[in-house]
């Protein structure tokens, strides 16, 4: 009896043990479960999604490869928004209509033959207007621009609007926010914008302060949970100023000590734009929409697109690209011009990871003859970008293109310009990012002299460059080649 007593106390505590052991082994398989269907899953709608077989097939090795961390990135950086709208189709109408300059008269100038079919283009997918008659003021350095950008915002007397991709409360953004705070207290109405990524590293002080002096202040497609998941891809890359709606500011620096005082790089070599006349209406616009998506304040009207006077010949037309809506406008307009380049294009862009669309147009031009020159920095300050930019190059010295690396600092313009005829200015750098990720936008100037004007600054930046001797760099070493072919795998991601 004592002997049975025991074995059913010990058969008991066996049955206890196991049931301890197999449920936390239960509840692991199931979540283990669950992890491969979620992954499974996730495969299946890129697949269903129909994304560039370039792109879908990087997430898909880091899906499988990379368990439960390529989930968190999938989430944050994956998810295709193509289909999403930020801005209904009547608040955009609205907004653009009160820009829309209509159809040039036929006494003041016209679109080049060559690039009609890219301004229908633009126009009927954007509702781009084409805009006749403004002054473009060019800058090469920071110094020459802020002093300009100080001079202007001074001047102000019904509104300013500042949007900047990163805009830091350094040396040089205190003395910004000085200004607009001082604007906004005698009367003029300030309205900024800024991305939540771009501009991570500024202090609440920084914006409480403006806010605090009467400006309104928001950040572009606010990083918070539970919206980090798919917000910290899709970012606004733009950089936009329009004062009174008479005078604006477009191209690449941002608010940043390094526009002006460098950094371990050296110095920062970027172009920039001040706009008087018509121009200014397709940057207007584009801050309007940018306004209303962060604070969902409609604003319109007469006031902000004042008439303008005719100060040259030159037609403009600015588009606003990215990651929403079902065509990628900008990367198509990028194919279209190089594809009818005839005689040259000149290009510069810190980040140079092009789609398969536009690489094969580059090498299809520079293999017709073409002149194609592609500037890029010696020294990237994206070390990723930049190894994945070396296995692109490749194709190009191949194909005849020339390649200059810059060498006095870091090239971080962008300006795209071709045949005497048409350029290209604005936020977007040559790279997937920009053509699918990012919220740009882009000027298009059908003009021989300011074409002229801006391939004399490419030429004058060569000095600064060394060009690539084709023969040496296809040599590269074996162990180089092979670290920059892993990374153009994933030149979609970075």
Request: aromatic share 12%; net charge positive; glycine share 6%.
């Amino acid at each position: 009896m004592y002997i049975s007593t025991k074995l059913l106390y010990l058969h008991s505590h066996q049955i206890k043990m196991l049931a301890f052991i197999s449920i936390p082994t239960l509840v692991g398989s199931l979540i283990l479960l669950a992890y491969f269907i979620t992954i499974g899953g996730l495969i299946l709608v890129i697949i269903l999604e129909n994304r560039n077989p370039l792109k879908a097939i990087p997430w898909i090795i880091v899906l499988m490869l990379l368990p439960g961390i390529s989930l968190v990135f999938y989430f944050l950086f994956g998810q295709d928004n193509r289909k999403q709208r930020v801005v209904s189709r009547h608040t955009y109408k609205r907004i653009m209509k009160s820009s829309l300059g209509g159809e040039l008269s036929h006494d003041a100038g016209r679109v080049p033959d060559a690039y009609r079919p890219l301004s229908r283009l633009l126009a009927h997918n954007r509702l781009s207007g084409l805009s006749y008659g403004s002054r473009i003021s060019v800058y090469t350095n920071g110094a020459d621009k802020f002093a300009a950008l100080f001079e202007e915002l001074m001047k102000a007397t019904h509104h300013i609007h500042f949007q900047y991709y990163i805009f830091l409360d350094d040396e040089i953004g205190r003395q910004v926010k000085d200004i607009l705070v001082s604007k906004s207290r005698s009367g003029v109405k300030v309205r900024v914008l800024y991305d939540a990524v771009g501009s991570w590293n500024a202090k609440r002080s920084f914006h409480r302060e403006m806010r605090q002096a009467g400006i309104e202040v928001y950040s572009f497609l606010r990083v918070a949970f539970p919206n980090l998941t798919n917000k910290m891809n899709y970012r606004n890359h733009r950089k936009v100023v329009v004062i009174d709606g008479t005078v604006g500011f477009i191209g690449g620096m941002n608010v940043a000590d390094r526009y002006i005082k460098g950094n371990s790089l050296g110095n920062w070599r970027d172009t920039h734009f001040k706009i008087k006349g018509q121009g200014v209406r397709g940057l207007q616009s584009a801050f309007l929409l940018d306004w209303y998506v962060a604070s969902k304040n409609l604003l319109g009207g007469s006031i902000y697109y004042p008439r303008a006077k005719a100060y040259s010949d030159n037609v403009m037309q600015t588009l606003t690209s990215g990651p929403i809506g079902q065509w990628r406008l900008l990367l198509q307009a990028m194919i279209f011009l190089v594809t009818n380049a005839k005689s040259y294009i000149y290009i510069q862009t810190p980040y140079f990871l092009p789609t398969e669309g536009l690489n094969q147009a580059l090498q299809m031009a520079a293999l017709g003859g073409v002149d194609v020159r592609l500037m890029l920095p010696r020294r990237s300050d994206t070390r990723s970008a930049s190894i994945a930019s070396h296995s692109y190059i490749d194709d190009m010295v191949k194909a005849g293109a020339k390649i200059y690396l810059y060498d006095n600092g870091f090239l971080h313009s962008k300006l795209v310009v071709s045949d005497d005829m048409l350029t290209c200015i604005g936020s977007a750098n040559i790279d997937f990012r920009s053509f699918e990720h990012n919220f740009e936008i882009t000027s298009f100037v059908y003009h021989k002299d300011f074409a002229v004007q801006m391939k004399k600054i490419f030429i004058r930046d060569q000095s600064d460059c060394e060009k690539l001797n084709a023969a040496v760099w296809l040599k590269r070493p074996l162990k180089t080649r092979m670290a920059e072919s892993f990374m153009r795998l994933f030149s979609p991601l970075l």
